[in-house]
């Protein structure tokens, strides 16, 4: 059973557009959650992250935003910019041993 | 300061043949980690240590086993190796056990034939 969902496999942006990248969850005792962004042949690398105790966090130009009773986060890229393109994981974890549970990932491609 | 190390970076192996993938890290973290990627299945957490001298299983650890070598090192271990393991191997840290980010490394792709 997949604790953690991205049920778009891809999103296709035009460069200086907003990208929204979307996931949802089913287990309740999430209560961290983080973006990373992997390019190929690469290891991901962290992007941003939320606690449960928040509803928003925001870095530069990326925004998390979390809706806890619809067990839903989501990134939010405003601007996008053609260097943004690569897959994006979301991931929770529930404070056991530092565990995370990855979705699927979304390739973003952001188009000039 | 190199961050999370990763040898070897490609492997070909034949059916049940065996063999170890390194990780390392200079972060002086105290959790390591090792996933595997495949195709749309994201990343599934093989195995785990959250402190050293600790070992625990994640979401697929069937056909693995691992070492916490030291605090620096995690070692993963394919005793006979089949063609479902191919994949993309990614080994992780993190400064603690708490909620926080873990650091990757390059990742190892190995192929099983």
């Known amino acids: ?112 | 300061n190199a961050g999370v190390t990763q040898t070897p970076k490609f492997q070909v192996l034949k059916t049940g043949q065996s063999m170890t993938l390194q990780c390392a890290q200079d972060m002086n973290h105290n959790s390591m980690y090792w996933y595997r990627q495949d195709p749309g299945m994201g990343l599934r957490l093989i195995y785990y240590s959250a402190s050293e001298g600790t070992t625990d299983k994640g979401e697929v650890p069937n056909g693995y086993n691992v070492s916490r070598l030291n605090k620096r090192e995690f070692s993963l271990r394919l005793e006979s190796a089949a063609p479902s393991q191919t994949s993309v191997y990614f080994c992780a840290s993190k400064r603690t056990r708490q909620n926080d980010e873990q650091y990757f490394g390059p990742g190892t792709r190995l192929t099983v034939t």
Request: some cysteine; overall charge neutral.
């Open chain 1, 1 to 112: 059973d997949q604790q953690v969902k991205q049920n778009s496999p891809s999103l296709s942006v035009q460069e200086g557009r907003i990208s929204i990248l979307n996931c949802d969850y089913t287990n309740s005792m999430f209560d961290y959650f983080l973006w990373y962004k992997k390019y190929p042949a690469e290891g991901p690398t962290f992007l941003i992250s939320i606690s449960s105790i928040k509803d928003k966090n925001e870095d530069g130009r990326f925004t998390v935003f979390l809706n806890k009773s619809a067990k839903h986060l989501s990134l939010h890229i405003v601007p996008s910019q053609p260097g943004d393109s690569a897959v994006y994981f979301c991931a929770a974890g529930d404070n056991q041993g530092g565990k995370l549970i990855f979705g699927q990932g979304t390739e973003l491609s952001v188009k000039p």
